[in-house]
């Protein structure tokens, strides 16, 4: 059974940082293209970053471009998203999704706030 | 950027209506389009990809059509556990993918 779990959300104040993981099983990880999504409260869906699988080919949304970095670790079947410079708008439920989109984690909190 | 306008942005239907929801690309898209339903606190379920293929284990009520720049995602007849936000998506070519605003489904 495919599994995606995040973690590593919480609060922190604005400018500070935050490292979310997401430990995938279930299949091949080294084998997938890897995506971050996330969703302020009561807002819509906002795709974040992308990675390949062997992490050749990285892609961001203008909106965290130069404050976050997406990385994988394939011996540890690991997505990690690093967040620095946070601001409140950065609030939300984070989400990582494998590619062809078919499986989603569960998603984790992240809440920018003094 | 490909934008994508999705419509309506909320419905109130009777059980066993008809439901439909446009979503309309920026620019040609080909078929490379999902369709998401998502329930209050959970992740996004996909439903339909490239945009008419039902993803595996999704009931047969739900289906979508089009290509290119409109796409329609289609409920036959609307069951309770239908209510939900349908988010439609689309992956052309490289990132960003983008999502449509979504459309809240209701029960009238």
């Known amino acids: 059974e495919v599994q995606l779990v995040e973690s590593g959300g919480g609060l922190v104040k604005p400018g500070g940082s935050l490292r979310l993981s997401c430990a995938a099983s279930g299949f091949t990880f080294s084998s997938y293209s890897m995506n971050w999504v996330r969703q302020a409260p009561g807002k819509g869906l906002e795709w974040v970053s992308s990675?390949?699988?062997?992490?050749?080919?990285?892609y961001y949304a203008d909106s965290v471009k130069g404050r976050f970095t997406i990385s994988r670790d394939n011996a540890k079947n690991s997505l990690y998203l690093q967040m620095n410079s946070l601001r409140a708008e950065d609030t939300a439920v984070y989400y990582c999704?494998?590619?062809?989109?078919?499986?989603w984690g569960q998603g984790t909190l992240v809440t920018v706030s003094s | 950027d490909i934008q994508m306008t999705q419509s309506p942005s909320s419905l109130s239907a009777s059980v066993g209506d008809r439901v439909t929801i446009t979503c309309q690309a920026s620019?040609?898209?080909?078929?490379?389009l999902n369709w998401y339903q998502q329930k209050p606190g959970k992740a996004p379920k996909l439903l339909i990809y490239d945009a008419s293929n039902l993803e595996t284990g999704v009931p047969s009520r739900f289906s979508g059509s089009g290509s290119g720049t409109d796409f329609t995602f289609t409920i036959s007849s609307l069951q309770p556990e239908d209510i939900a936000t349908y988010y439609c998506?689309?992956?052309?070519?490289?990132?960003?993918?983008?999502f449509g605003q979504g459309t809240k489904v209701e029960i009238k």
């Open positions: 999704a494998r590619s062809r989109w078919g499986f």
């Open positions: 998506q689309q992956y052309d070519n490289l990132p960003p993918w983008t």
């Open positions: 990675i390949s699988s062997s992490s050749s080919y990285i």
């Open positions: 620019q040609d898209i080909s078929n490379y």
